[in-house]
T-cell receptor
Framework: KAGVTQTPRYLIKTRGQQVTLSCSPISGHRSVSWYQQTPGQGLQFLFEYFSETQRNKGNFPGRFSGRQFSNSRSEMNVSTLELGDSALYLC???????????????FGSGTRLTVV | KQEVTQIPAALSVPEGENLVLNCSFTDSAIYNLQWFRQDPGKGLTSLLLIQSSQREQTSGRLNASLDKSSGRSTLYIAASQPGDSATYLCAPSTGANSKLTFGKGITLSVRP
């Protein structure tokens, strides 16, 4: 079965621009989580969507936003890009309910964003 | 707030050694714990998932144990190979929405 698909794989943007990243979860998974990974901070949780609703949010500024569509696909948007936003952005999908945690999370390959 | 610690940050061993990678976490109220592997510049690959009610889980040369009450998990790698070289991350799942919290990872290098 297909895994978690993230597009694009690589992106170069200029400071001040905005960017949208896409994530398609495993078929049947209703939860999509987003993480930012940098060498200094490691993996940091951005937010999680379940059935089109944001139900968990990390400590990131309001420039970081997301949404989930009815088919569970999710997009993440970063506005007014800063140099410090350069990172690997990872998306993970799961069934999304605590009682179904037998299955854990499956991650995509990530989108490497470089801000210049 | 869950905090995860993985020590040491890096490890270099000769091929064939049996390895123990440690993970500690502060909040024992977890649903489960996952071990992941990450190759440079790549995404995360799930290795093992241990439920909070389980003590250990095995897959091939990998064995993960969980002691929830003491906030510890261990990943055991038997007969290490150069292909095992990667960063290993542990992530307990906590909270009503089973959010993952990651440690900084252990970067393993297995020398031929």
């Amino acid at each position: 079965k297909a895994g978690v698909t993230q597009t694009p794989r690589y992106l170069i943007k200029t400071r001040g621009q905005q960017v949208t990243l896409s994530c398609s979860p495993i078929s049947g998974h209703r939860s999509v989580s987003w993480y930012q990974q940098t060498p200094g901070q490691g993996l940091q949780f951005l937010f999680e969507y379940f059935s089109e609703t944001q139900r968990n949010k990390g400590n990131f500024p309001g420039r970081f936003s997301g949404r989930q569509f009815s088919n569970s696909r999710s997009e993440m948007n970063v506005s007014t890009l800063e140099l410090g936003d350069s990172a690997l952005y990872l998306c993970a999908s799961s069934y999304g309910q605590a009682v179904l945690t037998n299955y854990g999370y499956t991650f995509g390959s990530g989108t490497r964003l470089t801000v210049v | 707030k869950q905090e995860v610690t993985q020590i040491p940050a890096a490890l270099s061993v000769p091929e064939g050694e049996n390895l123990v990678l440690n993970c500690s976490f502060t909040d024992s109220a977890i649903y489960n714990l996952q071990w992941f592997r990450q190759d440079p510049g790549k995404g995360l690959t799930s290795l093992l998932l241990i439920q909070s009610s389980q003590r250990e889980q095995t897959s091939g040369r990998l064995n993960a144990s969980l002691d929830k009450s003491s906030g510890r998990s261990t990943l055991y790698i038997a007969a290490s190979q150069p292909g095992d070289s990667a960063t290993y991350l542990c992530a307990p799942s906590t909270g009503a929405n089973s959010k993952l919290t990651f440690g900084k990872g252990i970067t393993l290098s297995v020398r031929p």
